[in-house]
């Protein structure tokens, strides 16, 4: 439910800038300026993250990779947890950038903030276990200008589609019972609380209604944007609420008032844990998703404590324990091994971890550009529509 | 034993001192009067009715699109936008609508109650009722909201209960219905305090005469009671409608659709778009003021 | 049924039994929130499996709510004082003097309760921020305490407006003659007959300070009192049942000094005319006792 025309427009007129010249972003330190060693803590680190990405034993005991961290660098964490890419956005902006230290961004906030100068370039040298991360993450478009890195990376996966075991029979195996106007599901569907969710709506269409020509689902024209806001204003009646917090999904799906849906790894682990009756799958249409990556203010107050953070959770032992308690898939391939090692073969099957090619499958969160990047030119629609025609999804309901 | 020796001695040092400050303050009440109300008027014009203002000029401003700071460009665009958008609109004329709809159900709920301990209850249980209506008015109204939350879910006590007397169950979490009960829920006490104290005023003498002229307790109740108790409605009213008209928690904890109040909220903390939840947060001020205007038309102050 | 009571039977009856149907529905859910601390799972289903205090070690263990908790105290205590003394010297003023524009003193205190909490957040927020590039003022805990001072001053000065009224006069001019100066007079006199009524004043805007979190949203930065805490960890799962605890010792925390209060003002009418947001003092007050010449 966030719709924030105005502020927009610049986030991508700047990013339009930085496409086409390709040049290094403003305010970010790039080649000499970068930092060659890390010096010592400051003693404290803001950051801001998705749930479940900083742990310290406060959900379970046993699970706690930040108590560790902050023993070792003397580093104390305090994390403000966001919901959306927009907000986290917001907040990397409060006080000049110098509230918050660093955030993990999705693909669809991190151009924003890597255009704006909010970010800093980020020395991977200094980074040891950069090195094992999958091929693919490396250097990817979302975190990476012109060799410059603005971030590491550090989790990944898709936006599953979650239903209840019990109610929900025969198991699905497309997003349908979401979408149809007739779903027996009506009333009880869960749905995403972000303009960003209008690329799933052109994920359905890309494969239901071939004759629109969608093709990447972050580059919309005028037409194909309009079918799909058609498509989910189509959908609300169905909707028991968008969701943004977490809670908001899993208190509906384990009180019975939600039952199939879009969701996070990080909620269908939680009812897992809780024993409640639900299963989660990619379906056949495929699935948008998520890499997130750490990223630095490039007015951090703690820059050393950022560095020591963005080391210690590249390393393959804590992305393993990231891994098996959000369900997010790790980027570095070494902490796959760990994965298979205390899970076995779900890591392959549910995490598809270290796996190129199912990483490729997903459409990864990014910011919707009026630059199509191929043949259409500029015809596409930029984000700031995008948050504008949310807002008319989100009000007709 | 004279009389001077009944009279103190002559004060010195400090007490000297109070009695000449008090004299000057005797001989100069408006000097009294700028020290007793100088700090609260300053306080209330200062910060708080500059921010308001503040808040009303920063509705002309715009945004920065790069940097997200507030740019002092004086224009009408984001009133423009308001207008223009058709689900502005869609969003004012809902949270207006349930605001009217809570209003209605506080008065309606709160009459009985206010009337049962104002005309009938003894003293002793009027002592009692009244503290028990004053009681919820101070608790957490978070804890209030996220105790409905619980409730109205779907494995809440309400649908268990009514499993229990087999009426099946309702799909009530996270709907327009479970807002209008919570808002109604939440200002309740508000409403019911002015409506006890107009129907306390009314003197015992008006009813008995139209009872003696022959009316039953209905129309009385209808022609002499209610009239007379409008103003202390309409002051229990406002509260009811100024709460709910701006409110952007519960909407999110128990509702599924937008308000004005989540509308700004998200503005604020997520889009950094202050200019522009500056304008939309004038139309409930606009709401709130007209209400004001209509209940000072009908006396309402006079029963605050 | 009391004495006076001159309406029918049936009505008498009819409105006893509607009253307790709204008692019951305002206090049920009260209830629930404290039965619900006790819940020994993480689930929030009903019926509960049983009843534990597991949880209230749990949260008397978790740092941060110690943390909210001393936040919230130290923010009601210093909106409590302001109130206080900005409170009873406009009590004093508007009851002492006549002047030019005295009902809009009153009018005034009560705006930032009677306009939407929302507007007064807002409003706020935008003078911290400009503060904040002019003379580089931060969010924290003091503009929490001027937040919440602004709307706590009406309840103080509604409590001891009331009680000036009740107040005789001739108590005032028999110290004069006794020979007393206006500062012993304030002191052994005025101060007395007003005490219980800022004790209850300050014991209601303590507890007003104390849950508020509509207003505090926009005014504290990244500081954490108890119900934005509470609003914070509403958004994790796992957090839940410690949040049913904080939320019970809350609303026990928030009623205890408004009974106090009550029993304070009994005489005077209790609260039902001096507290939140009803100015029935001035017309029940002046009613009952005219003015001051």
């Known amino acids: 439910m966030k719709r924030y025309h105005v502020n927009a427009i610049a986030a991508v ?81 409060q006080g000049g950038g110098t509230q918050w230290d660093g955030v993990s961004a999705s693909g669809d906030a991190t151009n924003r903030l890597i255009a704006h100068g909010d970010v800093a370039e980020v020395n991977v040298n200094l980074i040891p276990d950069f090195k094992d991360v999958i091929q693919s993450l490396q250097s990817p478009r979302h975190n990476t200008i012109n060799g410059h890195h603005y971030g590491v990376p550090y989790m990944y996966g898709p936006n599953v589609l979650m239903y209840n075991t019990n109610v929900v029979k025969p198991a699905p195996t497309s997003w349908a019972p979401t979408w149809d106007a007739n779903s027996p599901y009506k009333g009880k569907v869960a749905a995403y609380d972000s303009p960003i969710f209008i690329a799933d709506a052109a994920l359905y269409l890309k494969t239901h209604n071939k004759s629109l020509g969608i093709s990447d689902v972050y580059e919309l024209t005028s037409n194909q944007l309009d079918a799909a806001i058609t498509l989910l204003k189509q959908q609300a009646p169905l909707i028991k609420k968008y969701w943004a917090a977490t809670t908001d999904e899993t208190d509906p799906f384990s009180s019975g008032d939600m039952v199939i849906g879009t969701a996070w790894p990080y909620q269908v682990s939680f009812l897992k844990s809780e024993n409640k009756p639900v299963a989660a799958l990619v379906p056949s249409e495929g699935a948008t998703g998520w890499a997130d990556t750490w990223m630095m203010s490039s007015h951090a107050q703690h820059p050393n404590c950022m560095y020591l953070w963005m080391k210690w959770t590249e390393t393959a032992a804590v992305q393993d324990q990231v891994a098996e308690f959000y369900g997010a898939t790790p980027s570095n391939a070494k902490a ?62 | 034993m ?48 500059g921010s308001l203002a503040l808040l009303f000029v920063t509705s002309f401003w715009g945004q920065d699109p790069v940097s997200g700071a507030i740019v002092q460009n004086w224009n009408l665009d984001n009133y423009g936008f308001l207008i223009r958008e058709p689900v502005y609109r869609t969003i004012a004329i809902r949270t207006v609508g349930i605001a009217v709809a809570v209003t209605a159900t506080d008065v309606a709920l709160a009459i009985p109650i206010a009337y049962y301990a104002a005309r009938i209850a003894s003293p002793r249980v009027r002592t009692f009722l009244l503290l028990s209506m004053v009681l919820p008015l101070w608790s957490s109204y978070l804890v209030r909201v996220y105790a409905w939350r619980t409730i109205l879910s779907g494995d809440g006590v309400l649908n268990w209960s009514l499993h229990q007397v087999h009426l099946g169950s309702v799909n009530l979490g996270f709907s327009r219905w479970s807002l209008w009960i919570v808002f109604s829920y939440l200002w309740l006490p508000y409403v019911t305090l002015p409506v006890y104290a107009a129907l306390e005023r009314i ?65 604020v903390g997520i889009a950094n778009n202050i200019p522009f939840a500056a304008a939309y947060a004038i139309v409930p001020a606009l709401v709130m003021a007209i209400y004001l205007l209509i209940a000072r038309q009908l006396k309402a102050f006079e029963a605050l | ?77 210093g909106a409590t004082t302001i109130a206080l003394i900005l409170g009873s010297l406009a009590a004093f003023a508007v009851h002492r003097f006549k002047f030019f524009g005295r009902e809009t003193v009153s009018f005034l205190l009560i705006l930032p309760l009677a306009l939407p909490g929302i507007v007064t957040g807002m409003a706020l927020n935008s003078t911290i921020n400009l503060g904040g590039q002019l003379i580089g003022i931060t969010f924290s805990l003091w503009t929490i305490i001027i937040g919440h001072a602004t709307f706590c001053v009406v309840v103080v000065y509604n409590n001891v407006v009331a009680r000036l009224r ?116 001035q017309t029940e007050d002046a009613l009952e006792h005219p003015a001051t010449p």
């Open chain 3, 166 to 281: 009740r107040t005789s006069t001739s108590l005032i001019e028999a110290s004069y003659d006794l020979g007393a100066d206006g500062f012993q007079t304030f002191r052994y006199v005025i101060l007395p007959s007003i005490s219980t009524a800022l004790m209850a004043g300050g014991l209601l805007a303590f507890a007003l300070s104390f849950d508020e979190i509509i207003v505090t949203n926009f005014t504290s930065g990244s500081e954490i009192t108890l119900p934005k805490w509470i609003f914070n960890n509403l958004r994790l799962p796992n957090q839940r049942p410690v949040v049913n605890v904080v939320a019970s010792i809350l609303l026990v925390a928030s009623l205890v000094p408004v009974y106090i209060a009550q029993r304070l003002t009994q005489e005077g009418g209790g609260l039902v005319t001096a507290g939140r947001g009803t100015m029935l003092a």
């Open chain 2, 203 to 267: 003197p015992n003498s008006l009813i008995e005469a139209s009872t003696d002229l022959g009316a039953r307790w209905l129309t009385t109740f209808r022609r002499v009671i209610l009239p007379i108790a409008i103003p202390g409605i309409v002051a229990g009213s406002i509260f009811a409608f100024s709460l709910t008209i701006g409110d952007y928690i519960a909407p999110d904890l128990v509702g599924d659709t937008e308000f004005i109040g989540n509308v700004i909220y998200q503005s």
């Open chain 3, 1 to 77: 049924m009391s004495q006076r009571a001159i309406e029918p039977r049936g009505v008498q009856v009819g409105m006893r039994v509607l009253t307790v149907l709204v008692l019951a529905f305002l206090y049920i859910p009260l209830f629930l929130i404290v039965l619900y601390a006790f819940n020994p799972a993480r689930s929030q289903s009903w019926p509960l499996p049983g009843l534990s205090t597991r949880w209230f070690v749990a949260t008397w263990n978790n740092q941060e709510v110690r943390t909210a908790l001393v936040t919230s105290i130290k923010a009601g205590l």
């Open chain 2, 2 to 49: 004279g009389a001077e020796r009944l009279m103190p001695p002559p004060p010195s040092g400090f007490r000297a001192l109070r009695h000449r400050v008090g004299a000057i303050l005797h001989r100069a009440p408006t000097a009294r009067l700028a020290l007793l109300l100088g700090p609260v008027l300053l306080w209330m014009v200062v910060i708080y009715l």
């Open chain 1, 336 to 397: 796959c091994d760990l994965l298979k090692q205390h899970i076995g073969a779900s890591a392959d099957t549910d995490y598809h971890c270290g796996d190129n090619g199912f990483l490729k499958n997903i459409a990864l969160w990014k910011t919707p550009l009026q630059q199509c990047g191929d043949s259409r030119g500029n015809t596409c629609t930029d984000y700031t529509v995008w948050q504008q025609r949310w807002q008319e999804v989100r009000g007709t309901k």
């Open chain 1, 13 to 93: 007129g700047a990013l339009v800038v930085l496409a086409s010249c390709g040049s290094t972003a403003n305010n970010a330190q790039s080649g000499s300026n970068l930092p060659q060693t890390i010096g010592k803590g400051e003693g404290a680190l803001n950051l801001v993250a998705w749930t479940g990405y900083v742990e310290s034993g406060k959900t379970d005991p046993k699970v706690d990779w930040v108590t560790p961290f902050q023993t070792q660098t003397g580093c104390t964490i305090n994390v403000k947890f966001a919901d959306t890419s927009d907000e986290m956005v917001t907040l990397m902006r």
